[in-house]
């Protein structure tokens, strides 16, 4: 007979049925989303993944000064899913007048350099009499359109565009402070005429006039004359609207707590080798793909990131950052000194890679995963990243406060996977009690793993000697 704990009917059931779960949902976090291109947050991801929510704040910046807006950085699917593009900003809490508004990223070169910029595309404050609030659909026809036109003739596929969330009297402005070229006109392009909260619809952007040499660096979403700010919680789901991926230190993938992990798809990043860059602790290979990942590592003793039996289709290293315990700048983080990098799990190059280093409780760090070469190798690109951390010299048997997990990494594991919060949070006396009734370190006997029949999978195999032994000795 197999002894078991009853909540592994919990384990075994949500094993099975987390694949149901689709999407992700994306939170705006401590950093707040900016009012331009360049303060925007891109909503990234590893491998390519339709978001379903976007949660967060105009009225409230828990790092930095708000400036009333959120500008997030999107991306489009294939042209068959443009119709039914849909974002729709619903209130988290007490209603407020808003505004969303979509731009198109779009590269202008000028006096030899290049630099991105917003186009406006759209907004909308008021979607229909019977809808009052905020709603882009891309199979709803434009307001005024005499030819049925609809927002999804606008998009195009496979681009990336700016969402802002804003009061509904913002508007957006060419901030002439910022020109990619010098321009002799100072007045400022209006992008929309302002629609009222009572004018239903989504009107198009009309095509802005620059001054024949120059081209507007930036559109700014501004206070309209009114000068009455309107802002608060939000919370907007979504269809057919994708990441961007997280390949570069400005767009990382948040990773929080350990052990954690998050799967990749090098080929969702775009190909770089003609730049050149070199990796020193590789033997100064070229590196033709790069994902970044920002791990709030919640621990202190030794840390371990690592590929190691999941990528081995290609050629890959791991860098790792501390970022800024004051300033989470994951660009200036990648520009200072690494605290450690590796090229290969063992003497094969395509075994993975795998770093070692001292984490530190409340520090965030900033991983770097790249494949190397000319990406000339078959059977390369997905693969699996794990991040976990020991204490240093903290029992499994008694509580750590302040720290996750415990220093014997097979009970915390073993414990996590039952309670999360004593990996994400802390090992509290309760996780404590789990390691003494369950962990053989600790003198406990109850298996915890939803591998009831030591297959080395947990599957509906496992589920049905659970559910037959049901309510005998042990269950």
């Keep these: 007979m197999v002894k078991i704990s009853k909540t592994l009917i919990l384990i075994l059931v949500c094993s099975l049925a987390g694949s149901a779960f689709a999407g992700p949902d994306w939170d705006e976090g401590a950093k707040d989303a900016g009012s331009t291109p360049s303060t925007s947050q891109p909503v990234s991801a590893p491998v390519s993944t339709m978001i379903t929510k976007i949660r967060g704040t105009t009225s409230v910046a828990l790092v ?20 039914n593009f849909y974002v729709e900003l619903q209130f988290d ?81 060419g901030d002439t402070n910022s020109l990619v070229c010098v321009a002799t006109s ?139 315990v004051c300033s989470d700048d994951a660009c200036s983080a990648a520009g200072g000194c690494s605290l450690s990098c590796n090229d290969n799990c063992s003497s094969s190059i395509y075994s993975g890679s795998k770093v070692t280093f001292t984490a530190e409780a409340g520090r965030k760090y900033l991983v770097r995963l790249m494949a190397l070469g000319d990406g000339s190798s078959t059977g390369w690109s997905l693969g699996s990243i794990s991040f976990s951390c020991i204490n240093g010299n903290s029992n499994c048997c008694s509580p750590n406060w302040g720290q996750t997990c415990c220093s014997n990494s097979s009970c915390c594991a073993s414990v996590c996977e039952v309670d999360p919060f004593c990996c994400t949070t802390e090992w509290d006396q309760t996780c404590a009690n789990r390691a003494l009734g369950n962990c053989p370190s600790c003198g406990g006997t109850t298996q915890f793993s939803g591998d009831i029949n030591n297959d080395g999978q947990v599957n509906g195999l496992d589920l049905s000697i659970l559910l037959g032994q049901w309510g005998t000795s042990g269950f």
């Design 64 to 83: 930095g000064v708000s400036d009333l807006v959120d500008m997030y950085l999107i991306k489009t699917g294939n042209t068959d899913s443009l119709n």
């Design 93 to 173: 809490g007490a209603p407020w007048n808003a505004r969303l508004s979509l731009f198109k990223k779009v590269s202008v070169s000028c006096d030899g350099f290049t630099s991105v910029v917003a186009r406006p595309i759209a907004t909308v404050v008021k979607f229909s009499n019977s809808e009052p609030f905020p709603k882009f659909k891309g199979g709803t026809v434009l307001a005024g359109s005499t030819s049925g036109a609809t927002l999804s003739s606008l998009l195009q596929a496979n681009t990336e565009y700016f969402l802002a969330v804003s009061g509904a009297n913002f508007s957006a402005y």
């Design 186 to 324: 100072s007045d400022k392009e209006l992008f929309l005429s302002l629609t009222s909260a009572n004018t239903p619809g989504i009107y198009p952007a009309a095509s802005p006039t620059y001054p024949t040499i120059a081209r507007l660096g930036e559109w700014k979403i501004v206070p309209g004359a009114s000068g009455t700010s309107f802002a608060g919680a939000y919370l907007m789901p979504a269809i057919s609207i994708y990441a961007v991926p997280a390949s570069s230190c400005g767009a990382a993938y948040p990773i929080s707590g350990q052990p954690a992990s998050s799967n990749f798809d090098m080929k969702f990043a775009a190909d770089i080798y003609s730049l050149g860059k070199k990796i020193s602790c590789a033997g100064e290979k070229i590196v033709s793909r790069e994902l970044y990942f920002d791990w709030n590592a919640l621990c202190s003793g030794q840390a371990t990131i690592s590929t190691c039996g999941s990528a081995s289709g290609f050629d890959c290293a791991i860098q790792v950052f501390p970022l800024d």
